[in-house]
T-cell receptor, first 114, second 118 residues
Framework: ETGVTQTPRHLVMGMTNKKSLKCEQH?????MYWYKQSAKKPLELMFV???????ENNSVPSRFSPECPNSSHLFLHLHTLQPEDSALYLC?????????????FGSGTQLSVL | AQTVTQSQPEMSVQEAETVTLSCTYD???????LFWYKQPPSRQMILVIR??????QNATENRFSVNFQKAAKSFSLKISDSQLGDAAMYFC???????????????FGKGTKLTVNP
């Protein structure tokens, strides 16, 4: 039981499609994150939500649209993606507070854009 | 901006042997945190070990230990008595100690793929 669940596990979409990635955490955390993992590149932080408010948008193209309806759920809406957007998209959560907390990750959604 | 460099794309080790994974970072800050995360084939990343920069003592977690050289900006991970389950991608990560609004924003390296041979 990871505590952070991502669906779907795999996704293939055309450049004109609209799809959404879902992340759910059962850990009672306040912060949630989207990371992009591409082959041979460092993980890239995309978005951060803290208590449902977006606190970080790391210059992500507008074809990626995050949504955080509550502290337990995080979505990434995708539209008109490009082939270079193909990657593993990882969701993570953490507990905010004074101490430094580790990130808890989901197993990711492997996205292929055709 | 901080950067993290892992110069070994791939490493291999025999079961029960010891292996060291390298990580260097670039920062102008004096206070920060360093992490090693493991990503097995299941793709779920798991924290292996972490180090506070203000602590001189190297962190250890069972078979995992680090060699933290602050002046050299080096943070290597040593895995002793390697096991088949240690096979994974290992990512080094940096976190500034400066206020981040309560969230944990990490800067990751590209990763090192570790193969454990029986």
């Amino acid at each position: 039981e990871t505590g952070v669940t991502q669906t779907p596990r795999h996704l293939v979409m055309g450049m004109t499609n609209k799809k959404s990635l879902k992340c759910e955490q059962h850990l009672g955390h306040n912060a949630m994150y989207w990371y992009k993992q591409s082959a041979k590149k460092p993980l890239e932080l995309m978005f951060v939500y803290n208590f449902k408010e977006q606190t970080e948008n790391n210059s992500v193209p507008s074809r990626f649209s995050p949504e955080c309806p509550n502290s337990s759920h995080l979505f990434l809406h995708l539209h008109t993606l490009q082939p270079e957007d193909s990657a593993l998209y990882l969701c993570a959560s953490s507990q905010t507070g004074v101490v430094i907390e580790k990130l808890f990750f989901g197993s990711g959604t492997q996205l292929s854009v055709l | 901006a901080q950067t993290v460099t892992q110069s070994q794309p791939e490493m291999s080790v025999q079961e029960a042997e010891t292996v060291t994974l390298s990580c260097t970072y670039d920062t102008s800050e004096s206070d920060y945190y360093l992490f090693w995360y493991k990503q097995p084939p299941s793709r779920q990343m798991i924290l292996v070990i972490r180090q506070e920069a203000y602590k001189q003592q190297n962190a250890t977690e069972n078979r995992f230990s680090v060699n933290f050289q602050k002046a050299a900006k080096s943070f290597s991970l040593k895995i002793s008595d390697s096991q088949l389950g240690d096979a994974a991608m290992y990512f080094c990560a940096y976190r500034s100690a400066q206020g981040q609004g309560g969230s944990e924003k990490l800067v990751f390296g590209k990763g090192t793929k570790l193969t454990v041979n029986p």
